[in-house]
């Protein structure tokens, strides 16, 4: 099938088909003129991939779970492991989400909203603060 089949069947548009292949997470097979001819197999491939990434692991991460899938001795403790990670990374992003949200939170308090251009928003933004490194 060609790649606007595959798009439809996996519901990835053929850009990121054509990414994914650049990066050699799907290798579709060639014809003759040189067109991709993606198989059944290519298809349940690129929706892996989909769901991995709609649930937030990197491209990376992807490429290890695919592998992992295929490796019929895989170890599920190295599955969980990838997914623990993931999910601990996105721990610390909801908690800098969190951290942001207060932080705006108290400054949308503090401004009055009305037709003076005094706003203590705009105030704490133009604020240059120069933070050691880490």
């Known amino acids: 099938m060609n790649i606007g089949e595959a798009s439809r069947l996996s519901g990835l548009p053929p850009k990121t088909i054509r990414y994914y292949e650049e990066v050699g997470l799907v290798r579709p097979a060639r014809s003759g003129n040189g067109y991709r001819n993606y198989q059944e197999r290519d298809v349940h491939l690129l929706r892996f991939l989909q769901r991995s990434r709609s649930l937030g692991f990197s491209i990376e991460e992807a490429r290890r ?65 120069v933070h050691a490194p880490a």
């Open 65 to 129: 779970l695919l592998a992992l899938y295929e490796d019929g001795a895989r170890r599920s403790e190295d599955v969980k492991r990838i997914a623990s990670r993931r999910m601990a990374e996105i721990d610390r992003k909801i908690e800098e989400l969190n951290s942001l949200k207060r932080s705006l939170s108290t400054l949308a308090e503090q401004c009055h909203g009305g037709s003076g251009p005094d706003c203590p928003i705009l105030e704490e933004i133009s604020r240059t603060r």
